[in-house]
């Protein structure tokens, strides 16, 4: 997918579906919840293609549950400050 080949494109990517998912009134907790479904899909589905997904995967797995929300929080909020730029 090359989606996912691009880490601009792909935060960007997160940062429209957050924002269509917040404008719709979806929770921040739930929010929260898709991107660690989404984190638990990638890591044990799909292969890394760039640096900054491998350093994410790799953090991924190692991260204990309270870790893993911390980590899909962030990427929420990184993508979320990427929207408003």
Known sequence: ???LENWQQWTSFLGQHVNQAEQSGMPN???KQA???IGDYLANNVDPKNEQQR???DMWGVANE??????ASCVVKLVQNK???
């Open 83 to 85: 929207n408003l730029q």
């Open 66 to 71: 309270n870790e893993k929300e911390a980590l």
């Open 1 to 3: 997918m090359a989606l």
């Open 29 to 31: 907790n739930a929010i």
């Open 55 to 57: 350093v994410l995967s």
């Open 35 to 37: 991107a660690m479904q």
